[in-house]
Antibody, heavy 117, light 111 residues
Framework: EVQLEQSGAEVKKPGESLRLSCKVSGYTFINSWIIWVRQVPGRGLEYMGRIDPSDSYTNYSPAFRGHVTISSDKSISTAYLEWRSLKASDTAIYYC??????????WGQGTLVTVSS | QSVLTQPPSVSGAPGQRVTISCTGTSSNIGATYDVHWYQQLPGTAPKLLIYGNNNRPSGVPDRFSGSRSGTSASLAITGLQAEDEADYYCQSYDNSLSGWLFGGGTKLTVL
């Protein structure tokens, strides 16, 4: 069974750094892109960007480029989403998902990030 | 505002049929890129519901169906059940953005 297991909820202060993880199992990690999606509580889904784990090639939605970094470690089948300096507006649930052909399946369970002073 | 436009909400009584529209432009749905649909039950992660415009993953009831025409797509749900109450999102590719995008989402209420 294909599964994406995300790291636990985080509470951070503005300006702090953070790295979320997404560990996959049940398929060969390097064979599929991994995407990240943001969902502000009560709002819709926003595509952030994606990574090809075979060579770590990334591309980002213009709305998120320069503010987050997506990376991966194929030795442990894990993708990451990272911030160097969080803002209060980064408070949201973040999902990873496998890009299968041109749709997303399955999804991780989500990680709630709260940024507050 | 999302490039893929969905109605914020739809509703229907149990047993009825409802449709959710997803209106795009010539740079996404109108460019014949596939449309996919996701269901997000309250407090859970999104789940793939329809892929490739009109295909159901295994385990998805045949009450759910999708279609695409021109610059729009639609999700139809027949025989509405209480458990269908959720948020629904369409997704496609946009060649002007060179990336994936989601519709704004539609909240389905079962009366």
């Amino acid at each position: 069974e294909v599964q994406l297991e995300q790291s636990g909820a985080e509470v951070k202060k503005p300006g702090e750094s953070l790295r979320l993880s997404c560990k996959v199992s049940g398929y060969t990690f390097i064979n599929s892109w991994i995407i990240w999606v943001r969902q502000v509580p009560g709002r819709g889904l926003e595509y952030m960007g994606r990574i090809d784990p075979s060579d770590s090639y990334t591309n980002y939605s213009p709305a998120f480029r320069g503010h987050v970094t997506i990376s991966s470690d194929k030795s442990i089948s894990t993708a990451y989403l990272e911030w160097r300096s969080l803002k209060a507006s980064d408070t949201a649930i973040y999902y990873c998902a496998r890009e299968d052909m041109n749709y997303f399946d399955p999804w991780g369970q989500g990680t709630l990030v709260t940024v507050s002073s | 505002q999302s490039v893929l436009t969905q109605p914020p909400s739809v509703s229907g009584a149990p047993g009825q049929r409802v449709t959710i529209s997803c209106t795009g432009t010539s740079s996404n749905i109108g460019a014949t890129y596939d449309v996919h649909w996701y269901q997000q039950l309250p407090g859970t992660a999104p789940k793939l519901l329809i892929y490739g415009n009109n295909n159901r993953p295994s385990g998805v009831p045949d009450r759910f169906s999708g279609s695409r025409s021109g610059t729009s797509a639609s999700l139809a749900i027949t025989g509405l059940q209480a458990e269908d109450e959720a948020d629904y999102y369409c997704q496609s590719y946009d060649n002007s953005l060179s990336g994936w995008l989601f519709g704004g989402g539609t909240k389905l209420t079962v009366l």
